[in-house]
């Protein structure tokens, strides 16, 4: 993902990536330090530096 930097589609659901030892926010994060921007998908508004806590959603992440 780093070296190719492809379009991404995920579905972001916190309850599932911490029964998995990780959270939505440290997806997050990780996407956003390899210079992604991330929307929501159907909105289309950029998610980022919000509480995830708990959040259920898809979102497109692109090359920033």
Same mark, same amino acid.
């Given at each position: 993902?780093? &070296?190719?930097?492809?379009?991404?589609?995920?579905? +972001?659901? !916190?309850?599932n $990536? &911490?029964?998995?030892?990780?959270?939505?926010?440290? +997806?997050? !994060?990780?996407? $956003?330090?390899?210079?992604?921007?991330?929307?929501?998908?159907?909105?289309?508004?950029?998610?980022g530096?919000?509480?995830?806590?708990?959040?259920?959603m898809?979102?497109?992440?692109?090359?920033?």
């Open positions: 993902i780093q &070296r190719d930097r492809p379009a991404l589609f995920i579905e +972001l659901i !916190d309850a $990536l &911490r029964e998995n030892g990780s959270s939505a926010r440290q +997806l997050m !994060d990780r996407l $956003l330090a390899w210079g992604y921007r991330v929307c929501e998908a159907i909105s289309g508004r950029d998610v530096r919000e509480d995830l806590t708990g959040c259920s898809d979102i497109v992440c692109r090359p920033a």
